[in-house]
């Protein structure tokens, strides 16, 4: 089926019927493998194919879906029939349409679709036994897990924007248990890309092995102010929470923690973020978003200056700005959202080990974890953490039991140094960071 004449067929019904349209299809296929002991304990295939459409009417949005395509004449008057009864916004709107780059990004790799489910169940058993190789400690490997997505997009509306693309994920990740006479304890290893081949088993099997069994024996330290540095997974956490506060929408609802600050100083000279949809092999890049616009790279806090936040076609309309091309699209069952692709805080010129070495005393952080202390809004931060103790610019005891705790308006103004390690996490979206070092946060222990 030509996916893209039939969403060019649905898109262009929207000027007869005196009315914008656009119609979002997506074709694709997901696999997921969980291994325990061994043995596969789930394994699943499924391919997907579905039309979203939407209507807007004097800024009234109607929007239907479906994955029937032989009745697509009701999927469009439902979406007529919505679009009569929404309320009126009249930011709403279809982009005006924009020349899409067609430098190759690189995120499509058509071996995920077509190698075998049984060389995918050897890397998941492979990245399992590789953790349990770590150390005799390792005593399981709990949430070993593969999965691929390959996917199909096409996007037309009636203001004349068409464009398709492929592109796929392939993501493993495990949860090691490590566990001696004094407790026990878990680490995490994973890896990410567009491509199947960059998928190392034996390096995620490692990861969590390690990760585990370096804080066995762990014990809280007293409560002090101290200097705190947050290994890449940690810091791309923290990442992922200060995308939310550089959103518009988020300025426009009065939801950020950096309102009213733009072009201004709100962080140390250490700290560029940005978010890039043009990364190459990004798990999270796209030619085009979710509206047709060209995804961009925007730098939103450059050497410590609040420089911009991320837009849609609808945030932009309300300030008079441009969409920075982040409507994202989850499926063809929703409408596009604003939100981050590829977001980072950019890595600087230090190796980890020597921003450890540099430290005479404090807390390098492995896993931390959330318990509803960080926000957005009014900049809280307060997490669990564990780790080793740092002391003369040497990592030694494990620490675990404690809680890091300060606001994000002073730890972005405390970032003193910067690692090169940029790594970009799936867990949390596609957030991305290298080791940083956050001096004067609250460590509280015993």
């Given at each position: 089926m030509d996916y893209l004449q039939l969403a060019k067929e649905m898109a262009h019904?929207?000027?007869a019927a005196g009315v914008e349209?656009?119609?979002f299809i997506n074709v694709g296929i997901e696999c997921e493998i969980r291994v325990s002991q061994g043995s596969v304990q789930q394994l699943s295939q499924a391919g997907s194919k579905g039309l979203g459409l939407r209507v807007i009417d004097g800024g009234r949005v109607g929007y239907a879906y479906t994955s029937d395509f032989d009745d697509l004449d009701a999927t469009w008057t439902a979406a007529l029939e919505l679009a009569q009864a929404a309320d009126a916004d009249t930011y709403r709107g279809l982009p005006e349409p924009q020349s899409v780059p067609e430098d190759d990004l690189e995120i499509y790799d058509p071996t995920v679709e077509s190698t075998p489910v049984d060389a995918k169940v050897a890397l998941t058993k492979a990245m399992e036994q590789a953790a349990l190789d770590y150390d005799q400690r390792i005593a399981a490997a709990?949430?070993?897990?593969?999965s691929d997505k390959v996917e199909h997009i096409f996007l037309v509306n009636s203001r004349g924007f068409a464009g398709e693309f492929g592109r796929s994920v392939v993501v493993g990740y495990l949860r090691a248990v490590g566990r001696d006479t004094e407790g026990q304890t878990m680490g995490w290893g994973f890896g990410a890309s567009p491509f199947l081949s960059e998928i190392d088993p034996s390096a995620i099997g490692a990861e969590a092995g390690r990760k585990a069994v370096e804080?066995?024996?762990g014990k809280p330290v007293d409560t002090q102010q101290a200097t705190?540095?947050?290994?890449?997974v940690g810091a791309a956490e923290l990442v992922g929470w200060l995308a939310q506060a550089l959103t518009a929408e988020a300025m426009q609802r009065s939801r950020s923690f950096l309102l009213d600050r733009m072009g201004q100083?709100?962080?140390s000279d250490k700290v560029c973020l940005l978010d890039n949809g043009r990364l190459k092999r990004g798990i999270a890049s796209a030619p085009f978003d979710g509206e047709g616009v060209p995804t961009a790279v925007t730098r939103l806090i450059d050497e410590g200056i609040l420089q911009a936040v991320l837009h849609d076609t609808y945030t932009a309309r309300k300030?008079?700005?441009r969409s920075t091309g982040n409507a994202r699209r989850e499926s063809h069952r929703s409408l596009p959202k604003l939100g981050p692709s590829n977001f980072c805080l950019q890595p600087g010129p230090d190796a980890p080990e020597d921003i450890v070495s540099q430290v005479e005393t404090g807390f390098y952080v492995t896993n931390i974890m959330n318990v509803g202390g960080i926000n957005p809004v009014s900049g809280d931060f307060s997490v669990g953490a564990s780790g080793l103790w740092i002391e003369n610019g040497v990592l030694t005891r494990p620490v675990s039991g404690v809680t890091v705790s300060s606001t994000l308006p002073e730890i972005l103004q405390n970032v003193v140094a910067v690692g090169s390690d940029l790594r970009f996490v799936p867990f949390v979206g596609a957030f991305?960071?290298?080791t940083v070092r956050v001096d004067g946060m609250v460590v509280a222990g015993r």
């Open positions: 019904r929207g000027p349209a656009e119609a709990d949430r070993c897990v593969y804080i066995l024996g705190v540095v947050f290994d890449p100083v709100v962080a300030e008079d700005a991305g960071a290298p």
